[in-house]
């Protein structure tokens, strides 16, 4: 794994494995628990430097501090929804602006999380893809999110699901999203249950089949289409995973044992949502366990998309609960702020509230804003 170095040869705290950090910390010649107690302080208490590490030895501490660094993201803003739903703009440590979005529902508060700084994907119905690849974000910036917005909360309140929908597709950036997942799923770091953990993708199969034979967290797969020709229109992917290739693989994934796999359809208007393509979309799931989520496409002046209407998607969806489909329509949260699904990226920090200092403040402040949903 990368330990990505700052010029004056410190390490990213963040980006290494309990593992790393023990033999590093066996090379500063101190005892191997230390590095447990560090890793506790970093995950599950929010520390940023390690003076604050009160019952490591002083001498350990500074030994520790020469050897490492522990990077915090930059927070540029906070855009709140009418609706609830939050929108963290955040910014790396060499200016790249990414962004995550946090949604009350009911009992639960998913966090949504971005895995890179822009997308190589290309979809055509999402303004990330318009961005291009810029970089891979590390392990630490992926795992930042959720522990820095975790220590904003008010007191009571937890994050309960996260789902990396963010930005980026994060089998693309595949080492640091396992890094990042084992993070999340730790007992000794941020101690989510791997039944609250969702990763989505466009359907790279191998690292599909890869990421399902290492973690046993769920799997969403931005479907889009009911033909070869209508995903290769919006999803380039296609050319290289059929859809048939992709469907085959879920079929035989080894989380199909004890989990459902998710198939997010976004709806477009006289594109993909006839009942024809409800029709085939029930016969190319059959045999599968599955959820169908439909999302009505999110309108932006930059696309010549349209969202279908209210009752085009309901028809869809009761074709398919008829036939015995688990099938949810994902209701737009968050239009006001552009959180909502394929809004991402075009934030105004403008309207930016203060959040974290009605709550607790964390990191620097600055300006700017950046983002996606992945289906
Ligand atoms: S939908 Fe997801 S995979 Fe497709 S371009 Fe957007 S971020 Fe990338």
Redesign the pocket.
């Known amino acids: 794994m990368p330990r990505y170095p700052r010029a004056d040869g410190r390490l990213d705290f963040k980006s290494l494995t309990l593992d790393e950090i023990e033999s590093e910390i066996a090379g500063l010649g101190s005892e191997k628990f230390r590095a447990l107690q560090a890793y506790k302080w970093v995950w599950q208490r929010g520390a940023t430097t390690f003076a604050e590490m009160k019952n490591i030895l002083t001498s350990v501490r500074a030994a520790m501090d020469e050897r490492f660094y522990i990077p915090v993201l930059a927070c540029d803003g906070v855009l709140e929804s009418a609706d609830g739903t939050t929108k963290f703009l955040w910014r790396t440590d060499d200016g790249y602006a990414i962004e995550s979005v946090l949604i009350p529902d009911g009992d639960r508060l998913t966090l949504c999380v971005s895995s890179q700084v822009g997308?190589a994907?290309?979809?055509t119905f999402?303004l990330?893809?318009d961005l291009g690849l810029k970089r891979h974000l590390r392990p630490s910036e992926i795992a930042n999110q959720p522990l820095q917005i975790r220590a904003g909360l008010a007191p009571g309140t937890r994050i309960t699901n996260i789902v990396m929908m963010g930005?980026?597709?994060p089998l693309h950036n595949f080492d640091n999203l396992v890094a990042a997942l084992r993070t999340y799923l730790s007992a000794d770091a941020l101690g989510f249950s791997h039944r609250r953990v969702t990763v989505s993708t466009?359907g790279l199969v191998p690292a599909m089949q890869k990421l399902t034979e290492l973690l046993p967290v769920n799997l969403a797969v931005?479907l889009n289409a009911t033909t070869e020709e209508q995903r290769l229109a919006v999803?380039p992917i296609t050319r290289k995973h059929s859809m048939a290739e992709l469907l085959e693989a879920c079929r035989t994934l080894p989380i199909m044992h004890h989990k459902r796999i998710t198939f997010e359809y976004v709806m477009m208007a006289d594109f993909n949502d006839a009942m024809e393509d409800a029709a085939r979309l029930f016969l190319l799931l059959g045999g599968m366990k599955t959820k169908v989520n439909l999302i009505p496409y999110n309108e932006n002046p930059s696309r010549d998309i349209k969202r279908p209407s209210d009752q085009r998607v309901y028809d869809f969806q009761t074709f398919l609960v008829e036939r015995g489909v688990q099938c949810s329509v994902r209701h737009t949260r968050g239009i006001d702020i552009s959180a909502a699904c394929g809004q991402l990226g075009k934030a105004d920090s403008r309207s930016a509230t203060d959040w974290f200092s009605r709550n607790r403040v964390i990191g620097p402040r600055g300006d700017g804003a950046i983002g996606?949903?992945?289906?």
Do not use: D
């Open positions: 997308c994907m290309a979809c999402c990330t893809g930005m980026g597709e466009v931005s999803m996606c949903a992945s289906g």
